[in-house]
């Protein structure tokens, strides 16, 4: 059963079910995408790292590096405390409950040369902040686009703070494809939630022709695959519908 929306289901939009779908989408779009591209390319999933911190009951993303981590030695001996040493005043803390999350990005890479051409990004909500993540994020856009690959960013959340583009219609949602030879012009794609998803270009070497994806027929396996029917019209969309699109 597809989507009962005309595009965007808003429902998907609430950060619980946000957390899942994103990687779903992905992961779809990958397959579909692959059979159009083979055998001079393949697609491959990369990753970005994110920690939420639950303590406020927020999902407050914060990009962060691997770190390394130091194995407990567990032969090693205590330190002993002098017998005649103070305890120093303690005071009750609360750690925060930080959950890793990794939200998946696509590379469409050359067999011979395994050469990356076009990177596929669906923005995340700390893309869409004023916090350090948005700006780390706007680093990558511009360190992906300064190397000359081909850039497809897909928003389908209507929350948070739209990044910039100059000349973009105000709409719910956006696709950009952005191709080194028109840079810095850019393909936009900008619909509404009453609109159909559109079938966007997905640009590869100069000499080959671009395929297109029907995000539409996306969504609605994904809809179908992730079970999304039986679990997430038991709250509100968040952001709440306009009266005009509650018709």
């Known amino acids: 059963m597809p989507s ?3 595009g965007m289901n808003p429902y998907l939009e609430h950060a ?3 957390a899942d779908f994103p990687n779903t989408f992905i992961t779809r779009l990958r397959a579909m995408l692959l059979p159009l591209v083979l055998p001079k390319y393949y697609v491959q999933m990369e990753e970005n790292l994110y920690r939420l911190d639950t303590t406020d009951g ?3 993303l914060v990009r962060i590096s691997d770190v390394d981590t130091a194995e407990y030695d567990a ?3 205590p330190i002993q405390q ?3 040493a103070l305890l120093p005043r303690m005071s009750k803390v609360v750690i925060p409950e930080l959950l890793e ?5 696509l590379e469409v890479v050359e067999r011979d040369s395994e050469k990356v051409v076009t990177v596929i990004e669906l923005l995340s909500p700390s893309n869409k902040t004023q916090d350090p993540d948005r700006e780390k994020y706007l680093e990558k856009q511009r360190s992906l686009i300064e190397s000359g690959v081909n850039y497809v960013e897909l928003d389908l959340r209507r929350a948070g703070v739209k990044l910039p583009l100059r000349g ?3 709409s719910d949602y956006y696709a950009l494809i952005s191709r080194p030879a028109d840079r810095p012009n850019a393909d936009c794609c900008s619909f509404g939630i009453r609109d159909a998803l559109p079938s966007i270009p997905i640009p590869l070497q100069p000499d080959d022709h671009e395929v297109a994806i029907d995000l539409q027929q996306v ?8 079970g999304y029917r039986v679990r997430i019209y038991r709250r509100a969309p968040v952001p709440r519908l306009s009266p005009a699109d509650t018709v």
Do not use: I, M, S
């Open 58 to 60: 927020d999902l407050q």
């Open 101 to 105: 999350q990794r939200f998946c990005f």
């Open 75 to 77: 032969g090693a001996r």
């Open 4 to 6: 009962p929306f005309p």
């Open 168 to 170: 973009r219609p105000k």
């Open 219 to 226: 969504l609605h396996q994904v809809y179908d695959e992730g």
């Open 82 to 84: 002098p017998t005649n």
């Open 16 to 18: 619980q079910v946000w």
